[in-house]
């Protein structure tokens, strides 16, 4: 028996993750290019940066359905190419090698080691090469170290060994690198602790003592077997090692790092030997000069002929270069010199192009360019020996000044979204489609984004036109031109013909009839013209403009005119072929005969009906005419007939029929490129009254439509251009709005796309010298675009905020957005002041030394009025820098108004409250902690609520009042003309007094640990616990005082964090640990809780558990990989059925779409289980195992897997389909797959 | 008797295999400290936690990093006094 749950749901992933978790630079395709590897959440993808491309590509992209560790690179000797080594959650050892031909990475090597999961004795955390691609040393945070032999067998196959193992239990690992030994045996440097003696002694003391050493570990080929080779102790707080290039001549070892200390370090080495650097650190009014820095990212670049140096970033973001002095191989000194300042990075890559690769850590990732290698500029240049080996002995700090970038200049931007920390989805400007708006970054780098579905055009030029135009036109004058001469305007009576040159005038003697209204204009055989109006045809001969000018010159005129009574209401044409359709229903049909003039077929087409549309397709390459005709009639079908003679010999005979929902208002044929095994197929376009388009397959042989798309557009007719998108054919399709119809570079199937760009009635391509683009007016406005690329089909709005943004709350009637920032460990305004003042005076700084006072003394004017974007906000810990920001993201596209926050408060929550008993006025109130900490617990010294009055529009807040509170309220909610608040684990309701927040009714301990979210519908209310998900809570106004009784709670610990209810019995949300669930209240339990207005039933019911008396069922489970921050019920598309919308902390934006039928549930179910075989993740995780990381996955089909089906190749595709139960054909089941995104999302 | 040799070697196997792998003498001390280190390197080891925590704390993700692995030294405190 089966049974199905009664709902299900289609996971997909909008958007993917941006958060890099790290980044290496490599030659992946054997082109002796370099490239960049890059893994985003659970995706691979490879990035090429070129400055031919003025920037970035990304060439491959791949979901692997794993938790991505670690990733590594690594070539065999005399190999041209390098392979990549990643480590997953799925407890194998996987390596690939990238095909560029085939776009796809091939699974070298599979090994497993260990259980799945990410565990702290599994490999894997840790990941190192032998940079000769001997040997790769996979370790585990404690205790685990596994080392795996490459050799190469043959000329291409590269084996692998069985794992040798180099264990050492009690120990911690710090960080893992293989050393440059040239071709000697492969040693690796771990940093590890060893912590089994502080686990003894109950004194304290050993923990105290705990040293961190430097290891080396030797893979001896000959024996093989790996051995612990040497110790020594190193800093305590060393965390990060780096390469030091070895080899004849080289010096070998590794830079070791940590606080306050960049030391050089090698095998064997006394303690003399040692180099060790202090880390510079800024100076300033506002900086701490007793804080020390730590290196959080690096990279080593090797110039030809064996120079080397290394770029270093701290903590603060300040990259720093370090160079060796090491004349054959003896390291006599090492040098630091300040280079620029770039936002902390995960992973910094340089290339060998002079390119700066920075994957950001918040924001987006920036390509800089290299200008100079730091040596031309005048910082201070630090060398070993002012400073101990030890760093526990004294010596004087160095000091810099940072300053703008100098070495480097940012070249490019991928956008990214990491981190979200809040979202809302909604339609503030009346658009067809709503907006996302969200708020990301961290720090100084945080930003206001709003994105929509829209492809981004690049606007060239903009003109009046002396009146009205309805149409417009481009067209060549002979077939062999390059570029179009003239524009052709259909203005309401009369034609306009423009000649493109140096400037774009008014043709004259160009031989068009301008006193009537056009229909059509088409570069006509070798050297002629035609217009098509609505009385006949002219054939203009032999159009030139000899000067140059406007003024042209024309051969003969041929007139065709149309029988009496009947005017021309349809037409299409291409080079060697027109159609017209006539007012009585006839279609006549030309062709160009042999000296280049108009022939009308002897037959035509006599409909009972009247035509709306006609379309003929570009004559294909090498063929003398276009093979069918499309017809769009009145009775809503479309009629495809013949153009070229069929079997018998006979054209213009209907050859298949397509019936329509609506009438047709235009029609195309195009050529579009496609995963077809040709490359490209001919696709038919209909578009319809009511705004929906239809793109079918076209066969060229029997004219017949095929694996049909539908997708609604806008509420007005489509009507279509053909036009030429990023180099290839599209679809411009015009209705309310314009959209692009083009076939995806990434994936290779079907897009619609609406532009980024103001609506317009009619558009045409545009060829010329400059450059290629479209053509569109509106009204008496003409203007000129360009559609340069169509890889990303998102388009961003970016306002920058000052601080960590928590909370956003939006005034919808106002168009506003109230944003509530807060950071930790930052230096509020008022003390950066304080402190400036201080330093300007000339008075004393407290901590004040001798460099900082020295240089102020020299007249130096304090470089602090740095821009905190890229410097960042100065840190001071403990302290909390807090604000409440308006934006208007529409008019003013900018923060309005700041309130900052003072007394070392932050705000953690934000609400926006029309009070019922202030009359409705509208009050934003915000919940603020005072003094928060969160190491080693969370800790507070009080909490409140802040009221302040909206004022101007929503524009302005001034505060009101603030009431005191036992706890921070992390949650707050408008709650029936009140405002209810979550306050440590109680659920209060409170209304607005003259001086605080008055309580009216309240829950204690409503939820077990905190209560972070609220949500409500009706009496309802769904308090989220932190640790303990969720509890519902019924409100009972009709008793006094009024009582808030928790009734249902769930089963599970979710760490909530965020919420959305889906229904009134039902509620979404998402955890900490990345998933996403679904729970739905019991109906009898829903229907009790509502019953009586006292609820003193609900008083009476025995607790369960020592919790609420009833548990909520779970009704959906999907681990998702990202913490989700927002989840919102919403539609996304113009027309679209509601789905559930999430954004996750590391940029995913993703939906949740409810299947419609059960068949295409059951359809996609089978599928997705024989992808899980056919198509395994290439991490070598189980997808099934993958999704129920936590907890089993339950009615979520995985969207992401479902469209690796279009990618898969087509034999693979039709065994698969033809294995399914249902009678599923293969265009059907790729056209559902294509609905899910085309019908609910983008 | 063989059979319980044979689960006794088992476990043993287990026990250095998988760090925390119980047995009759467990502590709590250790029962504890092993939860907390299991916890502690979880958050390491997924990018999103650790990611999340940073945004808290509001530090570089490598400082988070260090910061949870140094905690996994003595994750619960000094180890109780010996009893004999």
């Not at chain 1, 031919?52 to 692997?64: D, L, N, T, W």
């Not at chain 1, 920075?358 to 005048?378: K, M, Q």
């Not at chain 1, 943004?805 to 109230?818: M, S």
């Not at chain 1, 034999?1211 to 265009?1227: C, F, H, P, T, Y």
């Given at each position: 028996?089966?049974?199905?749950?009664?709902?299900?749901?289609?996971?997909?992933?909008?958007?993917?993750?941006?958060?890099?978790?790290?980044?290496?630079?490599?030659?992946?395709?054997?082109?002796?290019?370099?490239?960049?590897?890059?893994?985003?959440?659970?995706?691979?993808?490879?990035?090429?940066?070129?400055?031919?491309?003025?920037?970035?590509?990304?060439?491959?992209?791949?979901?692997?359905?794993?938790?991505?560790?670690?990733?590594?690179?690594?070539?065999?000797?005399?190999?041209?190419?390098?392979?990549?080594?990643?480590?997953?959650?799925?407890?194998?050892?996987?390596?690939?090698?990238?095909?560029?031909?085939?776009?796809?990475?091939?699974?070298?090597?599979?090994?497993?080691?260990?259980?799945?999961?990410?565990?702290?004795?599994?490999?894997?955390?840790?990941?190192?090469?032998?940079?000769?691609?001997?040997?790769?040393?996979?370790?585990?945070?404690?205790?685990?170290?596994?080392?795996?032999?490459?050799?190469?067998?043959?000329?291409?196959?590269?084996?692998?060994?069985?794992?040798?193992?180099?264990?050492?239990?009690?120990?911690?690992?710090?960080?893992?690198?293989?050393?440059?030994?040239?071709?000697?045996?492969?040693?690796?440097?771990?940093?590890?602790?060893?912590?089994?003696?502080?686990?003894?002694?109950?004194?304290?003391?050993?923990?105290?003592?705990?040293?961190?050493?430097?290891?080396?570990?030797?893979?001896?080929?000959?024996?093989?077997?790996?051995?612990?080779?040497?110790?020594?102790?190193?800093?305590?707080?060393?965390?990060?090692?780096?390469?030091?290039?070895?080899?004849?001549?080289?010096?070998?070892?590794?830079?070791?790092?940590?606080?306050?200390?960049?030391?050089?370090?090698?095998?064997?080495?006394?303690?003399?030997?040692?180099?060790?650097?202090?880390?510079?650190?800024?100076?300033?009014?506002?900086?701490?000069?007793?804080?020390?820095?730590?290196?959080?990212?690096?990279?080593?670049?090797?110039?030809?002929?064996?120079?080397?140096?290394?770029?270093?970033?701290?903590?603060?973001?300040?990259?720093?270069?370090?160079?060796?002095?090491?004349?054959?191989?003896d390291v006599n000194n090492i040098k630091i010199k300040y280079f620029d300042t770039l936002p902390i990075?995960?992973?910094?890559?340089?290339?060998?192009?002079?390119?700066?690769?920075?994957?950001?850590?918040?924001?987006?990732?920036?390509?800089?360019?290299?200008?100079?290698?730091?040596?031309?500029?005048?910082?201070?240049?630090?060398?070993?020996?002012?400073?101990?080996?030890?760093?526990?002995?004294?010596?004087?700090?160095?000091?810099?000044?940072?300053?703008?970038?100098?070495?480097?200049?940012?070249?490019?931007?991928?956008?990214?979204?990491?981190?979200?920390?809040?979202?809302?989805?909604?339609?503030?400007?009346?658009?067809?489609?709503?907006?996302?708006?969200?708020?990301?970054?961290?720090?100084?780098?945080?930003?206001?984004?709003?994105?929509?579905?829209?492809?981004?055009?690049?606007?060239?030029?903009?003109?009046?036109?002396?009146?009205?135009?309805?149409?417009?036109?481009?067209?060549?004058?002979?077939?062999?031109?390059?570029?179009?001469?003239?524009?052709?305007?259909?203005?309401?009576?009369?034609?306009?013909?423009?000649?493109?040159?140096?400037?774009?005038?008014?043709?004259?003697?160009?031989?068009?009839?301008?006193?009537?209204?056009?229909?059509?204009?088409?570069?006509?055989?070798?050297?002629?013209?035609?217009?098509?109006?609505?009385?006949?045809?002219?054939?203009?001969?032999?159009?030139?403009?000899?000067?140059?000018?406007?003024?042209?010159?024309?051969?003969?005129?041929?007139?065709?005119?149309?029988?009496?009574?009947?005017?021309?209401?349809?037409?299409?044409?291409?080079?060697?072929?027109?159609?017209?359709?006539?007012?009585?229903?006839?279609?006549?049909?030309?062709?160009?005969?042999?000296?280049?003039?108009?022939?009308?077929?002897?037959?035509?087409?006599?409909?009972?009906?009247?035509?709306?549309?006609?379309?003929?397709?570009?004559?294909?390459?090498?063929?003398?005419?276009?093979?069918?005709?499309?017809?769009?009639?009145?009775?809503?079908?479309?009629?495809?007939?013949?153009?070229?003679?069929?079997?018998?010999?006979?054209?213009?005979?209907?050859?298949?029929?397509?019936?329509?929902?609506?009438?047709?208002?235009?029609?195309?044929?195009?050529?579009?490129?496609?995963?077809?095994?040709?490359?490209?197929?001919?696709?038919?376009?209909?578009?319809?009254?009511?705004?929906?388009?239809?793109?079918?397959?076209?066969?060229?042989?029997?004219?017949?439509?095929?694996?049909?798309?539908?997708?609604?557009?806008?509420?007005?007719?489509?009507?279509?251009?053909?036009?030429?998108?990023?180099?290839?054919?599209?679809?411009?399709?015009?209705?309310?709005?314009?959209?692009?119809?083009?076939?995806?570079?990434?994936?290779?199937?079907?897009?619609?796309?609406?532009?980024?760009?103001?609506?317009?009635?009619?558009?045409?391509?545009?060829?010329?010298?400059?450059?290629?683009?479209?053509?569109?007016?509106?009204?008496?406005?003409?203007?000129?675009?360009?559609?340069?690329?169509?890889?990303?089909?998102?388009?961003?709005?970016?306002?920058?905020?000052?601080?960590?943004?928590?909370?956003?709350?939006?005034?919808?009637?106002?168009?506003?957005?109230?944003?509530?920032?807060?950071?930790?460990?930052?230096?509020?305004?008022?003390?950066?002041?304080?402190?400036r003042d201080q330093l300007n005076n000339g008075a004393k700084n407290e901590d004040g030394d001798l460099?900082?006072?020295?240089?102020?003394?020299?007249?130096?004017?304090?470089?602090?009025?740095?821009?905190?974007?890229?410097?960042?906000?100065?840190?001071?810990?403990?302290?909390?820098?807090?604000?409440?920001?308006?934006?208007?993201?529409?008019?003013?596209?900018?923060?309005?108004?700041?309130?900052?926050?003072?007394?070392?408060?932050?705000?953690?929550?934000?609400?926006?409250?029309?009070?019922?008993?202030?009359?409705?006025?509208?009050?934003?109130?915000?919940?603020?902690?005072?003094?928060?900490?969160?190491?080693?617990?969370?800790?507070?010294?009080?909490?409140?609520?802040?009221?302040?009055?909206?004022?101007?529009?929503?524009?302005?807040?001034?505060?009101?009042?603030?009431?005191?509170?036992?706890?921070?309220?992390?949650?707050?909610?408008?709650?029936?003309?009140?405002?209810?608040?979550?306050?440590?684990?109680?659920?209060?309701?409170?209304?607005?007094?003259?001086?605080?927040?008055?309580?009216?009714?309240?829950?204690?301990?409503?939820?077990?640990?905190?209560?972070?979210?609220?949500?409500?519908?009706?009496?309802?209310?769904?308090?989220?616990?932190?640790?303990?998900?969720?509890?519902?809570?019924?409100?009972?106004?009709?008793?006094?005082?009024?009582?808030?009784?928790?009734?249902?709670?769930?089963?599970?610990?979710?760490?909530?964090?965020?919420?959305?209810?889906?229904?009134?019995?039902?509620?979404?949300?998402?955890?900490?640990?990345?998933?996403?669930?679904?729970?739905?209240?019991?109906?009898?339990?829903?229907?009790?809780?509502?019953?009586?207005?006292?609820?003193?039933?609900?008083?009476?019911?025995?607790?369960?558990?020592?919790?609420?008396?009833?548990?909520?069922?779970?009704?959906?489970?999907?681990?998702?990989?990202?913490?989700?921050?927002?989840?919102?019920?919403?539609?996304?598309?113009?027309?679209?059925?509601?789905?559930?919308?999430?954004?996750?902390?590391?940029?995913?934006?993703?939906?949740?779409?409810?299947?419609?039928?059960?068949?295409?549930?059951?359809?996609?179910?089978?599928?997705?289980?024989?992808?899980?075989?056919?198509?395994?993740?290439?991490?070598?995780?189980?997808?099934?195992?993958?999704?129920?990381?936590?907890?089993?996955?339950?009615?979520?089909?995985?969207?992401?897997?479902?469209?690796?089906?279009?990618?898969?190749?087509?034999?693979?595709?039709?065994?698969?389909?033809?294995?399914?139960?249902?009678?599923?054909?293969?265009?059907?089941?790729?056209?559902?797959?294509?609905?899910?995104?085309?019908?609910?999302?983008? | 008797?063989?059979?319980?040799?044979?689960?006794?070697?088992?476990?043993?196997?287990?026990?250095?295999?998988?760090?925390?792998?119980?047995?009759?003498?467990?502590?709590?001390?250790?029962?504890?400290?092993?939860?907390?280190?299991?916890?502690?390197?979880?958050y390491i080891g997924h990018p999103p936690m650790l990611q999340y925590m940073s945004i808290g704390l509001?530090?570089?993700?490598?400082?988070?990093?260090?910061?949870?692995?140094?905690?996994?030294?003595?994750?619960?405190?000094?180890?109780?006094?010996?009893?004999?």
């Open positions: 028996m089966t049974s199905f749950s009664n709902m299900a749901l289609y996971a997909l992933t909008v958007q993917q993750p941006s958060a890099t978790q790290q980044a290496i630079s490599g030659d992946f395709t054997g082109t002796n290019k370099q490239q960049i590897l890059t893994a985003n959440g659970s995706r691979l993808a490879i990035l090429e940066v070129s400055r031919r491309h003025k920037g970035f590509k990304e060439i491959f992209s791949q979901h692997v359905f794993g938790i991505i560790r670690h990733i590594e690179k690594f070539r065999l000797a005399g190999a041209t190419k390098d392979l990549i080594a990643i480590t997953t959650d799925s407890g194998r050892m996987v390596t690939y090698e990238y095909l560029p031909d085939e776009q796809k990475l091939k699974t070298l090597h599979y090994e497993t080691f260990g259980k799945s999961g990410i565990r702290r004795v599994i490999p894997g955390e840790y990941l190192a090469v032998d940079p000769k691609g001997r040997a790769i040393m996979v370790a585990s945070i404690e205790k685990n170290k596994l080392v795996y032999i490459l050799t190469r067998s043959g000329q291409t196959d590269i084996s692998i060994s069985s794992p040798l193992e180099a264990h050492k239990p009690q120990t911690l690992v710090y960080y893992l690198i293989g050393l440059d030994v040239g071709y000697d045996n492969p040693v690796f440097a771990a940093l590890e602790l060893d912590f089994s003696q502080s686990d003894q002694d109950s004194s304290g003391q050993a923990y105290n003592e705990v040293e961190k050493e430097l290891v080396y570990y030797e893979l001896d080929l000959g024996l093989n077997h790996v051995v612990r080779k040497w110790s020594e102790t190193v800093d305590r707080t060393s965390n990060m090692l780096f390469r030091v290039p070895g080899g004849p001549d080289m010096p070998s070892g590794v830079l070791c790092c940590g606080e306050d200390n960049i030391s050089y370090r090698r095998i064997y080495n006394n303690a003399s030997e040692v180099q060790r650097l202090a880390i510079p650190r800024r100076e300033g009014a506002t900086e701490d000069p007793n804080r020390k820095r730590i290196i959080v990212a690096g990279t080593v670049y090797t110039l030809k002929g064996g120079e080397f140096f290394y770029l270093l970033q701290t903590d603060d973001g300040d990259a720093f270069k370090v160079t060796f002095d090491a004349p054959g191989g990075a995960s992973s910094i890559c340089l290339l060998k192009a002079g390119f700066v690769y920075c994957a950001c850590e918040s924001g987006d990732r920036i390509l800089y360019e290299l200008e100079s290698l730091g040596e031309e500029t005048d910082d201070p240049v630090f060398e070993s020996s002012q400073f101990p080996a030890d760093p526990l002995a004294p010596y004087d700090p160095p000091f810099f000044r940072p300053r703008p970038l100098t070495n480097l200049t940012a070249v490019e931007k991928i956008a990214s979204m990491n981190p979200i920390m809040d979202m809302e989805v909604a339609n503030l400007t009346m658009e067809d489609a709503p907006q996302i708006h969200t708020v990301c970054g961290t720090g100084a780098r945080s930003t206001f984004r709003t994105t929509r579905n829209a492809l981004d055009v690049l606007d060239l030029i903009e003109s009046q036109l002396p009146a009205q135009a309805t149409s417009v036109w481009t067209t060549k004058l002979t077939a062999e031109d390059e570029y179009d001469t003239l524009i052709v305007l259909s203005l309401l009576s009369a034609t306009l013909v423009l000649k493109i040159g140096e400037d774009v005038d008014e043709a004259t003697n160009a031989g068009f009839i301008t006193d009537t209204t056009t229909l059509g204009v088409q570069q006509f055989g070798e050297y002629g013209v035609i217009q098509i109006h609505s009385r006949g045809v002219r054939h203009i001969h032999g159009v030139q403009f000899p000067n140059n000018d406007a003024a042209g010159e024309h051969g003969e005129l041929t007139d065709w005119h149309t029988p009496p009574h009947r005017t021309i209401v349809a037409c299409a044409s291409n080079n060697r072929q027109v159609a017209i359709a006539l007012s009585s229903g006839e279609i006549y049909y030309f062709e160009c005969d042999s000296d280049g003039g108009l022939a009308k077929a002897d037959e035509e087409i006599s409909l009972d009906c009247p035509v709306n549309c006609l379309a003929i397709p570009d004559v294909p390459e090498g063929s003398i005419r276009a093979f069918f005709m499309a017809v769009g009639c009145g009775d809503q079908t479309c009629r495809v007939f013949n153009l070229s003679p069929d079997m018998s010999g006979e054209i213009l005979r209907s050859v298949s029929l397509l019936a329509l929902s609506a009438q047709p208002s235009d029609i195309s044929i195009s050529y579009m490129y496609d995963k077809s095994p040709r490359g490209h197929s001919q696709y038919l376009h209909v578009g319809l009254r009511s705004g929906i388009y239809i793109r079918s397959n076209l066969d060229e042989m029997t004219g017949e439509a095929y694996s049909t798309r539908r997708r609604f557009l806008g509420p007005s007719p489509v009507r279509f251009t053909r036009v030429i998108a990023a180099g290839e054919p599209a679809i411009l399709a015009i209705t309310s709005r314009p959209w692009l119809s083009y076939t995806d570079p990434r994936t290779g199937t079907f897009a619609t796309t609406p532009l980024n760009y103001t609506p317009f009635d009619s558009a045409w391509s545009f060829e010329s010298a400059q450059f290629k683009g479209v053509i569109c007016i509106r009204g008496d406005g003409l203007r000129i675009f360009a559609l340069d690329s169509i890889a990303d089909n998102t388009t961003h709005e970016t306002i920058p905020l000052k601080y960590t943004p928590r909370k956003l709350v939006g005034f919808h009637e106002q168009q506003v957005y109230y944003v509530v920032e807060s950071d930790n460990n930052t230096m509020d305004p008022k003390t950066i002041d304080l402190l460099v900082m006072n020295g240089d102020v003394a020299n007249g130096h004017h304090p470089s602090d009025e740095l821009p905190p974007v890229e410097f960042g906000h100065p840190k001071a810990p403990g302290r909390w820098a807090s604000c409440i920001q308006v934006i208007d993201p529409i008019n003013e596209k900018a923060v309005v108004n700041t309130v900052e926050l003072e007394r070392n408060q932050c705000a953690v929550s934000a609400a926006l409250v029309a009070f019922e008993s202030r009359s409705d006025e509208v009050f934003l109130a915000v919940g603020v902690a005072t003094d928060l900490s969160f190491t080693p617990t969370y800790t507070y010294k009080s909490g409140s609520i802040h009221l302040y009055k909206v004022l101007d529009d929503g524009r302005r807040l001034e505060f009101y009042h603030e009431t005191e509170l036992s706890a921070p309220p992390l949650a707050l909610l408008a709650f029936k003309g009140k405002l209810v608040a979550g306050v440590g684990r109680d659920l209060v309701l409170f209304d607005c007094g003259m001086k605080s927040v008055l309580r009216k009714a309240q829950a204690v301990n409503c939820a077990a640990t905190r209560i972070v979210d609220l949500k409500t519908q009706g009496s309802r209310l769904i308090a989220s616990d932190q640790q303990h998900s969720i509890t519902y809570v019924v409100h009972k106004d009709l008793i006094h005082p009024n009582r808030l009784i928790p009734f249902v709670e769930d089963t599970v610990a979710r760490w909530t964090t965020c919420t959305d209810m889906v229904d009134y019995d039902t509620v979404v949300g998402g955890d900490k640990f990345g998933n996403l669930w679904m729970v739905r209240c019991p109906s009898k339990v829903s229907e009790a809780s509502d019953e009586t207005e006292d609820g003193q039933h609900l008083i009476q019911d025995r607790a369960f558990l020592a919790g609420a008396p009833n548990r909520l069922d779970l009704v959906m489970h999907y681990f998702a990989n990202d913490i989700p921050v927002s989840i919102q019920k919403t539609s996304l598309i113009a027309g679209g059925e509601k789905v559930i919308f999430w954004a996750g902390l590391q940029g995913t934006l993703g939906a949740l779409i409810p299947f419609a039928s059960r068949r295409s549930f059951k359809m996609f179910q089978q599928l997705e289980l024989a992808l899980r075989t056919e198509d395994k993740p290439i991490s070598g995780r189980d997808h099934l195992a993958f999704r129920s990381y936590y907890i089993p996955v339950k009615s979520v089909i995985d969207g992401d897997l479902i469209e690796r089906f279009l990618v898969v190749s087509r034999d693979k595709k039709e065994s698969i389909v033809a294995r399914m139960e249902g009678n599923w054909d293969l265009a059907e089941v790729e056209e559902q797959i294509w609905n899910m995104r085309g019908l609910y999302a983008f | 008797m063989a059979d319980k040799l044979r689960a006794q070697q088992q476990l043993e196997s287990l026990q250095a295999r998988y760090v925390g792998t119980g047995h009759a003498d467990t502590t709590k001390f250790e029962w504890t400290s092993n939860i907390a280190r299991d916890s502690l390197s979880s509001g530090q570089p993700k490598e400082k988070t990093r260090i910061m949870l692995l140094e905690r996994m030294i003595q994750p619960v405190g000094q180890p109780p006094e010996p009893q004999d």
